[in-house]
């Protein structure tokens, strides 16, 4: 039973010691030196919480960061998505006024497809050709870097009411073409 009577009055003692340097540090009446100073904080854990609060501030400001890049190019998608479907409404549109005037069928010259490009699959494009297709050009030099011709192609398609021709209108690129004459 000594023991305990000693335990309580070191736990107060220390507690009085504490409470002694928290006064003059408070106060100012009584000038502390550092070491004192740092030894009393980190009796009562001000570094590791200062430490904590730093980290959970950097994490903070990183995910906001974060999320704010995101919207950002989420917003980007959104915007280059309208623009694609804006751009393919008028493609559909100028491809009906060519093939209502007839346009469509009247080419300057015609060329046999030598290469279909693996990865050609924009809304502009021609679709659903192979090499050795024959194609009408029906405008040269068009397209980014003027790399593409506008080309035509009638298939025929067998229906109920019997063979009729549909027109295809799109850009192919004008290396994988190679001219075979001209309409007269």
Known sequence: MRCKPKTISNTQNRVSVYNQFSRQIHDGSTASTFRERLAILRRNGTPEISFGLLILSVVGID??????????????????EREVRKDEEKTRIEDRRMLNNGTATKYKFQCIIRKVPQTFDGHKCLKDVKEGDIVGVIEEGVGPGGQYNLCSIERTKDSKEGDTKEVS????????LEKIGSKK
């Open 63 to 80: 995910y906001a960061l974060q999320t704010r890049t995101d919207n950002q190019r989420d917003d980007m998608y959104r915007e280059l």
């Open 169 to 176: 209108i799109g850009w192919f690129p004008c290396s994988c």
